[in-house]
Nanobody, 126 residues
């Protein structure tokens, strides 16, 4: 069983920045793509960003492209989401997820991800 633990959320003013981290248990982190998703109150969970197993390929939702950057450190079993130019529409619970299949391409579909973290709250005030 893989455990994913997110951190780094908080309250920030519009225009500010936050960096989220997600640390995975186990020894196979470097073999799997990772994704970030978010869920705002009253809305469905949506894709934010994903990164392949070695960090060579990344993918972003249109709403965050150019503002958010995903990266990973396989030596630390950790994936990051640097969020800049935050706006109130970015307010949500952000969760990381690990893909089902080793060495899989990045994907935006939730069904491609097997393990999920509990999430960390990001609140952006106007």
């Amino acid at each position: 069983q893989v455990q994913l633990v997110e951190s780094g959320g908080g309250l920030v003013q519009a225009g500010g920045s936050l960096r989220l981290s997600c640390t995975a248990s186990g020894r196979t982190f470097s073999m799997y793509a990772m994704g970030w998703f978010r869920q705002a109150p009253g809305k469905e969970r949506e894709f934010v960003s994903a990164i392949n197993w070695n960090g060579g390929s990344t993918y972003y939702a249109g709403s965050v492209k150019g503002r958010f950057t995903i990266s990973r450190d396989n030596a630390k079993n950790t994936v990051y989401l640097q969020m800049n130019s935050l706006n109130p529409e970015d307010t949500a619970v952000y969760s990381c997820a690990r893909s089902y299949t080793a060495f899989e391409m990045v994907a935006s579909t939730q069904l491609n991800y097997r393990y999920w973290g509990q999430g960390t709250q990001v609140t952006v005030s106007s």
